[in-house]
């Protein structure tokens, strides 16, 4: 299995732009999630979905993130207008179904994507 | 409050030594706690996990659980260079899906 598998692998674009980043999950795996981490706050979840139903957006800053998950192999992180604040290094991980029908123990991040916005 | 505190170190213990890193989490109804490794430049990946208190091993991994304390430690017996890396804790709610990350500790190893 080829992991995770994210979408630039880095980024540098300037204040104002839109930025997307882009994930495939493990086949299989029903539940995706998408972090940011930084050096102040570490990783912090942004929303997550199941079976391509975002479950908890609560995590998303403002009104400029938004994520779409069209389909089981696929999902977008988009940020319109992007602001140097912005910048950070954004992870999708997937995890399989556990028996009691949450996400099982384990998430498998993908590589991230460093996103640097001037 | 944090929902998990880590000291963020680093700390730094000799090669063959017992490495000791701790947690601290504050939402008393969290049931389940995970121990991630993040080298440097990398993604995080899945040490251990743990429900129950008390320890938990994994070859030369052991996680320790104290609900009543909200404290969840990971200890590293005969630590190596390749364990040189940030070590993140993690809790997940009971009846929740996602995970709560502390900061992280680093740790160094010296050889």
């Known amino acids: 299995d080829a992991g995770v598998i994210q979408s630039p692998r880095h980024e540098v674009t300037e204040m104002g732009q839109e930025v997307t980043l882009r994930c495939k999950p493990i086949s299989g795996h029903d539940y995706l999630f998408w972090y940011r981490q930084t050096m102040m706050r570490g990783l912090e979840l942004l929303i997550y979905f199941n079976n391509n139903v975002p479950i908890d957006d609560s995590g998303m800053p403002e009104d400029r993130f938004s994520a779409k998950m069209p389909n089981a192999s696929f999902s977008t992180l988009k940020i319109q207008p992007s602001e140097p604040r912005d910048s950070a290094v954004y992870f999708c991980?997937?995890?399989?179904?556990?028996?009691?029908?949450?996400?099982?123990?384990?998430?498998?991040f993908g590589p991230g994507t460093r996103l640097l916005v001037l | 409050q944090k929902e998990v505190e880590q000291n963020s170190g680093p700390l730094s213990v000799p090669e063959g030594a017992i490495a000791s890193l701790n947690c601290t989490y504050s939402?008393?109804?969290?049931?389940?706690f995970f121990w991630y490794r993040q080298y440097s430049g990398k993604s995080p990946e899945l040490i251990m996990f743990i429900y129950s208190n008390g320890d938990k091993e994994d070859g030369r991994f052991t996680a320790q659980l104290n609900k009543a304390s909200q404290y969840v430690s990971l200890l590293i017996r005969d630590s190596q260079p390749s364990d040189s890396a940030t070590y993140l804790c993690?809790?997940?709610?009971?009846?929740?899906?996602?995970?709560?990350f502390g900061t992280g500790t680093r740790l160094t190893v010296i050889p």
């Open positions: 939402d008393r109804g969290s049931q389940s």
């Open positions: 991980a997937s995890s399989s179904p556990g028996l009691a029908g949450g996400p099982r123990e384990t998430q498998y």
């Open positions: 993690a809790v997940m709610r009971s009846g929740a899906n996602n995970l709560f």
